[in-house]
């Protein structure tokens, strides 16, 4: 069974940092894209990263570009998310996905496994 369990998640202050991890299970994905992506309150779950098989191809979004990085270990089959410079509006359930595709996506629906989520919420 394929397992994605995030976690690093919690409450920060304003402009501090937060690293979350994504312990794969079940099967590799070594050679596979993998992602974070974000839901707040009320709102739609939106892409945050993703990252390709080799970790040589990443892209983030707008609002995190520059604060945020991701990366992974294929030897421990595990995907990261550092943020650092954290804002309110950061705050959100944050959650790791994995694609049968080697190639990094942006939309969610070119992923295949996802986890159950780490709350990450922010303090001014």
């Known amino acids: 069974q394929v397992q994605l369990v995030e976690s690093g998640g919690g409450l920060v202050q304003a402009g501090g940092s937060l690293r979350l991890s994504c312990a794969a299970s079940?099967?590799?994905?070594?050679?596979?894209?993998m992602g974070w992506f974000r839901q707040a309150p009320g709102k739609e779950r939106e892409f945050v990263a993703a990252?390709?098989?080799?970790?040589?191809?990443?892209h983030y979004s707008d609002s995190v570009k520059g604060r945020f990085t991701i990366s992974r270990d294929n030897a421990k089959n595990t995907l990261y998310l550092q943020m650092n410079s954290l804002k309110p509006e950061d705050t959100a359930v944050y959650y790791c996905?994995?694609?049968?595709?080697?190639?990094?996506?942006?939309?969610?629906?070119?992923?295949?496994?996802w986890g159950q989520g780490t709350q990450v919420t922010v303090s001014s």
């Open positions: 990252i390709s098989w080799s970790g040589g191809s990443t």
């Open positions: 996905a994995a694609s049968l595709s080697p190639r990094t996506a942006l939309v969610g629906t070119r992923y295949d496994y």
């Open positions: 079940g099967r590799t994905f070594s050679n596979n894209a």
